[in-house]
């Protein structure tokens, strides 16, 4: 069971490339998300998805974009790199809390991006 | 607009002695707070719970106290250990999210 995992674990683009981070989980949880965490700013939500198929802007989506066609995956995507972009990236995912209302949330290692 | 704040970026402690984590919230709304734990390199990993209709949990050495009306929690672990130097974050559930603090960087001392 290796839980949540992350592809890249490092990557440095010049400004204006594109990449696409991948994360995959093997737990079958039905929730994803995708946070950037950045010097003194905690972890910042981008984007999300509460089942295959869906996505939904969380608080900094802006510059990123992402897909969700299997359960198991999501993909963060870089159309046009910044160098504001340069950051640790995480990816969690968490079963559907259902009745009894379990919210944690199970990360990845983390992808370190830098942008020149 | 920083709904959970952690105002203590750091924190020192001697070895055996309780360490003292806080965290304020805005957001009225907020019905589970959790609490992770980080090591360098690494994803964060979840470390304790509390639901919005408790005011205290408890994990062995951890403890995590929340004050509704003050809109704060906190987690206390005691007795400290080496181990437990890291950094710390809370967080916030609402509406199918997490809100996350600046996290607090514990550091044990021998």
């Known amino acids: 069971n290796a839980g949540v995992t992350q592809t890249p674990k490092f990557r440095v683009l010049k400004t204006g490339q594109s990449m696409t981070l991948l994360c995959a989980q093997d737990?079958?949880?039905?929730?994803m998300y995708w946070y950037r965490q950045d010097p003194g700013m905690g972890l910042r939500l981008i984007h999300y998805s509460v089942g295959e198929g869906t996505t939904a802007k969380g608080e900094v989506p802006d510059g990123y974009n992402v897909s969700r066609l299997k359960k198991q995956n999501f993909l963060l995507g870089l159309e046009s790199a910044a160098p504001s972009q340069t950051s640790v990236y995480f990816c969690?995912?968490?079963?559907?809390?259902?009745?009894?209302?379990?919210?944690?949330?199970?990360f990845g290692p983390g992808t370190r991006l830098t942008v020149t | 607009d920083q709904q959970v704040k952690q105002n203590s970026p750091s924190l020192s402690v001697q070895e055996g002695r309780i360490s003292i984590l806080n965290c304020d919230y805005t957001?009225?709304?907020?019905?589970?707070f959790l609490w992770y734990k980080k090591y360098p390199a690494e994803g964060p990993t979840f470390l304790i719970s509390i639901s919005s209709i408790k005011d205290k949990n408890e994990d062995g050495r951890f403890t995590v106290f929340l004050n509704k009306s003050a809109k704060h929690l906190s987690l206390h672990i005691v007795p400290s250990q080496p181990g437990d130097s890291a950094v710390y974050f809370c967080?916030?559930?609402?509406?199918?999210?997490?809100?996350f603090g600046q996290g607090t960087r514990l550091t044990i001392n021998p």
């Open positions: 967080a916030a559930r609402g509406a199918q999210k997490l809100v």
């Open positions: 957001n009225s709304m907020f019905d589970y």
């Open positions: 969690a995912s968490n079963q559907n809390p259902g009745p009894i209302g379990v919210y944690e949330q199970y």
């Open positions: 737990m079958n949880h039905e929730y």
